[in-house]
């Protein structure tokens, strides 16, 4: 049985380096979103938002080694560290499968960015302008708090193997 040590980023450059890497992903996504956000179809951003941040979410916690079935690998000492240091950070997506609904209720949070943006669409162009800058900044807030929840996370899981 391995340690689940190597999925984890190593040192703190590694962890900084994972950081900038999904931080970049996490600025792509936002503008994809925003794109979709243009289109004054209402509601497609919403279906497309919940898509694009579930996959997004998955892939910064393998990035950074924290999947449920990543966390499960490590001994249970560790395992209780980073269970600990995500919920002390408000990480409430690290080490946990994504469901819809989990993403549905971390949009809410963000509600009424989310119904700016759909009554936006109502005004010709500017409306699809404004819709597209609030989606893409909703998107790269909450991406940035996950990338940085996961860093933080992984800090203090390379704390606790020195």
């Given amino acids: 049985m391995d340690s689940g040590w190597e999925l984890l980023p190593s040192s703190e450059r590694d962890i900084a380096d994972v950081r900038e890497r999904c931080r970049r992903l996490v600025r792509k996504r936002a503008t994809w979103a925003a794109g979709v956000a243009a289109v004054p179809l209402p509601g497609i951003d919403i279906v ?11 892939e910064v916690n393998t990035a950074f080694g924290l999947t449920a079935e990543q966390i499960e690998r490590l001994q249970p000492k560790f395992r209780m560290i980073a269970y600990e240091a995500a ?41 699809q302008v404004a819709s597209a800058a609030i989606g893409f900044f909703a998107f790269r807030q ?14 203090e899981l390379l704390a606790a193997k020195e």
Avoid: N, W
């Fill in 48 to 58: 497309s938002d919940l898509k694009m941040f579930t996959d997004l979410i998955d």
């Fill in 87 to 127: 919920v002390s950070v408000g990480g409430m997506l690290v080490g946990k499968l994504v469901t819809r609904d989990l993403v549905i209720k971390l949009m809410a949070k963000s509600g009424k960015k989310m119904v700016a943006k759909q009554a936006s669409k109502i005004v010709p162009l500017a409306g």
């Fill in 142 to 155: 909450i991406g940035y708090q996950h990338v940085e929840a996961c860093a933080k996370v992984a800090r």
